[in-house]
Every structure is written in C-alpha cells, then in structure tokens.
C-alpha cells in the first residue's frame, strides 16, 4: 500500500482522494483562465500548465509505490525523480502557452516543491490527510511559493495577494523550523506539555520570522513599510471601523460557543448540529464583508489564517502557556475527520469560505459575482443544511455512504434559496437568465458533498467556484 511503501499513514476511514485532489485544483485554475483578466489576481495561464504537471507527478508517484516494478524497489527520492521525469515535458509541451526556458526550469522546480510539500505534510501529520486532501494542499502551497517568487521581480499583482504571500511564506517557514524544534522532545503520558525552553524558543521564531522575513518581503513588494499602509488602508475604507467591530463580536460570540460546550459536554466532541453552528457564523463573518468592503474581508481572512495555523501549532506542540488550553478547547471541532495529531476543521472552514475570495481573478470591489459567495453558499448554507436535516429527518441513505436523499435534498433547495435572496441583494442580478448554470452547479456540488469521503469544508468551495466561474458570465 502506500501507507507502507512510502511511510505515509493517511486519514484513516476516507477513501484515497486521489482523483479529487489531482482535478480540483487545475479545474479552478482553467475556469479561471476560462473568465479572463487571469493575471490581475496572481494567476497566470503557466500555473494552470504548473498544476496539470504536479497532478500528473503525484500519480506517478503513488503508481510507482504500488507497481510491482522489481524486487528491489526504488527508493523515495528516486520514485520522485521518475515521476518528475515522466510529468514536467508530457504536461508543459501540451499547453498553448509560450514555452520557454524559463517556464520548463519553473515546472521541473514546481513539480520537486510540490512532491516534497506532499511528503513533508503526509509525514509530519500522520493521520490527518488523505491522499487527494495532501495533493491539494502541496499543489495549492508548491504554486503559491512559485508565484511568490515570479512576483517579487515583477510585483504586478494586487496588494492584498501580496499579504496572502507573504503570511503563507511565513507559516511554512515556521511549521517547518517548529517541527525541528519540537521532533527531539519526546513528551510522555505524564508530560504532555512541551518545556518551557522548547516554548521560549517557538515564540522566538514566531518574531524572528514576523520581522526578518514577512515585513521586509512586504516592505520590498509594497516597495513600503507594511504596517503604515495596513493602518492607512483600514481608515480610508468605508464601512472599515464598522466591519472591525462587527467582526470582534463575532469573534467573542465563536469564543463563547466553544466554552459553553467544553461546560455542557467536558468529556468528548460535540455532535454534528453543534459544529454547524460555527458554519451559521461563518456565514454571519463573511456575507456583510463581501456585500460591503470585499477588500478588507480579504484582508481580515489572510490575518485570521494566521492566526488560527499558529494557534493550531501551539495546540500540536503543547506550547506552554495556552498549548494544553487549546487542546482542550478545541475538542468542539473535533469529528471523526480529526483523527490525527492536528485538528485542522476551523482552518478548512475558514480556508472554504475564504479560498474563493484570494482566487477570484477580476476586480471584486463590488462583490456583485456568484462565484465570490461559493463557500457560503455551500459550507454555511448547503452543508448546514444538509446535516442537519439528514441527522433529524433522513430516512434514505445514499449508496455506500452515511448521507441521506432528505440531507441532500434540503442541501439544494437551501442553496437555491440562497442563490435567489443575493440575486434580490444585488449579488448576479440576472439570476432567472443564468438559473440554468446555477441549477446545474448547485445540484452537482450537493451530490459532490452527499458521495465524497473529503474534506467537504475545501472540496465543495472549490467546486462550486470552479463552475460557477466557468459557467457564469462576468
């Protein structure tokens, strides 16, 4: 298998994800590429080439790891190297974009980032990720860092993409330093929690990363100190100081759930309706932000990611003072998704709601387009929807699958209810010339959540984005 062939141990009680997780991300980038004014938002016709090639390597990979090629059977790096070989000039000569020596040096370097991001995260979190959920996130990160480094000679892309870079350069960076410093401590059942000297030295590196890697590379983007123009950009916004606020509420309203149901249920998970309620919130966060100031909201979701991955570090590593208080506090997310040694559904949420947002690829100062809505439409709407009525009233079970005809149904006619009351709002006012494509989009992304064994909080967003994009006009 590979779990033991290449020292993988996957989420257990999900299927592979292989076919999802090697799809989904080249189907974003082509709708992308397909709804024009591709490189205003980062994401350039080459990256679409780029994905193809590390969709195709990470089946090349895995292929190697189960084929019976020889008693002797390769080793990891040369199995890599096999499958970088076999992708990079197959995928790349059969794109239509302008290949050159440059962009085939990019690819072959992609594709190796990309297959030691797969490693390093299937590796480090044992029992968190499937296969496709792996291949997503090594895709989606390999093509960031890409583009990060192309836009720090040209710095053609939008400010706040900017940010986004440079707040996913540092977590990499501090996830993988953290790993070093916390792999050597071995805490046993009597010492759960990581030494002080072990949690002196990650919030050493959480500054030393803040200061000599995110704000000069900002600083060298922006071609500007960063934390005057954050200030400056939050003031001169309307509806800024108001959204602020809002969101601060929010975010102790989200606190105070999570207490109360360490109070009300100390000893395990909470059921699937209580982590729905996060879902209810999530829609109540990001709905006034995309209806009002898209702009900050996207700014405001690139900090909140931060801030949830180093929380989540903290938590993964017992880092005195907060770490074991997390850890508790935290069992409110916890389902039987959250097998591994990280616990990663709030992230997902917050990346489901958000990823649409970071990718749209025309100017969203409006927020007038469907696609922008895909996460709440499907997690805080569709998903809510059909887990809830699916738990209280299903009666007929999908084949092969825990889902129910009732959830999924319900999933359809909330989305579609959804899709109408934006159209009233402003949000694709020409809802009943396109009701075709919404239909169509919104039936498949709820049998998409009714059969798949992924992560639905990424796979669903980024499928209905993908057809929404692609299907909708602009």
Request: proline letters at 4%.
């Amino acid at each position: 298998s590979v779990d033991k062939t290449l020292g993988w141990k996957l989420r257990p009680g999900a299927g592979s994800g292989l076919v999802t997780g090697s799809v989904l991300v080249p189907m974003v980038l082509m709708a992308n590429n397909l709804h024009g004014n591709t490189k205003e938002n980062g994401v350039s016709g080459m990256l679409s080439a780029y994905s193809l090639c590390m969709s195709h390597a990470a089946i090349c990979l895995v292929w190697l790891s189960k084929a019976d090629l020889h008693p002797d059977r390769p080793s990891l790096r040369t199995m890599g190297a096999i499958a970088t070989a076999i992708s990079v000039p197959l995928i790349l000569l059969l794109q239509d974009q302008p290949l050159g020596i440059g962009n085939f040096t990019t690819g072959i370097l992609g594709v190796v980032l990309c297959l030691c991001i797969l490693h390093g995260l299937l590796t480090s979190l044992p029992s968190s990720l499937s296969l496709g959920e792996a291949v997503v996130a090594a895709e989606g990160m390999a093509l960031l860092m890409i583009d990060s480094c192309q836009n720090s000679f040209y710095k053609n892309r939008s400010l706040e993409y900017q940010l986004l870079q440079s707040v996913v350069v540092g977590l990499g960076i501090t996830g993988a330093v953290s790993a070093r410093i916390f792999v050597s401590y071995e805490r046993n059942k009597k010492q759960s929690t990581a030494a002080w000297k072990e949690s002196l030295r990650f919030y050493i590196l959480c500054v030393c990363v803040v200061v000599f890697v995110c704000i000069p590379h900002l600083w060298w983007l922006l071609g500007r100190f960063p934390v005057p123009w954050l200030v400056g950009f939050i003031l001169t916004r309307d509806n800024s100081i108001s959204l602020i606020g809002y969101w601060s509420i929010m975010t102790l309203v989200a606190m105070a759930t999570v207490a109360r149901q360490n109070r009300t249920n100390p000893a395990g998970a909470g059921s699937t309706i209580v982590r729905k309620y996060f879902h209810l919130i999530a829609i109540a966060v990001f709905l006034p932000g995309l209806l009002r100031n898209s702009q900050l909201l996207y700014i405001a979701s690139v900090a909140a990611l931060g801030a949830f991955v180093l929380l989540e570090y903290m938590r993964m590593y017992r880092v005195q003072p907060l770490g074991e208080s997390l850890h508790t506090s935290l069992r409110v997310f916890v389902d039987e998704k959250d097998r591994g040694v990280a616990i990663l559904t709030h992230i997902y949420l917050l990346l489901g709601c958000s990823l649409p947002l970071w990718l749209y690829p025309s100017a969203y100062t409006k927020g007038t387009e469907l696609a922008l809505y895909s996460g709440v439409i499907s997690l805080g709407v569709g998903d809510t929807a059909a887990s809830v009525v699916g738990t209280q009233l299903g009666r007929h079970r999908w084949p092969g699958t825990k889902k129910t005809a009732e959830g999924t149904l319900a999933a359809v006619v909330a989305q579609l209810a959804a899709c109408g009351t934006l159209s009233l709002s402003g949000v694709q006012p020409d809802f009943t010339t396109n009701w075709i494509p919404i239909v169509t989009t919104v039936c498949l992304t709820s049998l998409l959540e009714a059969f798949t064994s992924q992560i639905d909080n990424i796979v669903l967003p980024l499928y209905m984005y993908a057809l929404f994009t692609s299907g909708l006009p602009s």
